[in-house]
């Protein structure tokens, strides 16, 4: 057996321990779900009606305003679904279980692949409950099937790029706390974003940071492909911010699983 194939036997060992933890507890899910619909909820019927007004032309409303919220809401359930896994990381560094997997004969990346894969998996079915939640207070799409099927490949893009992110803030975290704390900012980005409001109507100088933050060319993608407004260049620029966190991130977290224990 090659050395990729053992890997990938790993990795597929390490998974399965991350789904039966998802399926044993299954409300997880469900409650990483809960914050982002509380917060669809929230923006539909309390300020939908007024921030809606400015969008399309002025008479927007609620109606518009749900279609233009959606996007943001996905993007914070996928951070809220990577900063989970910097939690789950975290734990298995300060109880003990990531030194007794170093002593066995298995592929050290597994591990790691093992958190991401069973990370991603539940972030993707949140992003799919908070949909239908969506779709429940009248957003309406007219994306045709294909579209959908592409904004599926960009959320699992993203999220494949912040839960490598988280698995690197989990491992350099001293504490659970610490853990919790360090990805905090990636769910503040979608409203520091066009996740909320158009960027047009921010102040210059939030404005530019609006724009060239990575969360917004993603959340524009998404608009775009579910609204038929068009992307531009958003995917492009979604791609390259995706490819390069996600590079980044990996080099940094495979340096810190392979460190010393003693941290040296």
């Known amino acids: 057996m090659s050395t990729l194939s053992y890997a990938l036997t790993d990795s597929a060992t390490m ?8 399926l044993r507890y299954p409300g997880l899910t469900v409650q990483l779900a809960l914050m982002p619909i509380i917060f669809l909820l929230l923006f539909v019927y309390v300020f939908g009606g007024t921030l809606g007004n400015g969008i399309g032309g002025g008479s927007g409303g609620r109606d518009a305003y749900v279609n233009y919220v959606v996007p943001g809401i996905l993007m914070m359930m996928v951070a809220l679904g990577a ?17 007794r997997f170093r002593t066995m004969a298995i592929a050290r ?20 409950l908070v949909t239908v939640a969506a779709l429940l207070v009248g957003f309406d799409p007219n994306a045709t099937a294909v579209e959908w099927i592409v904004v599926a490949g960009v959320l699992a893009m993203i999220t494949f790029a912040l839960t490598w992110l988280c698995v690197a803030l989990g491992l350099a975290a001293k504490t659970v706390e610490s ?21 047009d109507s921010m102040p210059g100088w939030l404005r530019v940071f609006a724009d060239y933050q990575p969360f917004t060319p993603i959340m524009e993608t998404i608009r775009g492909l579910l609204l038929g407004t068009g992307i531009g260049n958003s995917g492009v620029v979604s791609i390259a911010w995706c490819a390069g966190i996600a590079l980044v991130s990996y080099i940094w977290a495979k340096k810190l699983f392979n460190r010393d224990p003693a941290g040296k």
């Open 15 to 22: 998974l399965r321990r991350q789904l039966r933890h998802m």
């Open 83 to 99: 900063t989970g896994t910097a939690i789950s990381v975290s734990m298995d560094m300060t109880q003990g279980i990531i030194a």
């Open 109 to 128: 990346v597994s591990v790691l692949t093992g958190h991401v894969v069973g990370s991603m998996i539940q972030t993707m079915l949140g992003c799919g």
């Open 179 to 199: 853990a919790s704390n360090t990805p905090t900012p990636l769910t503040i980005l979608p409203f520091l974003g066009s996740g909320f409001v158009p960027t």
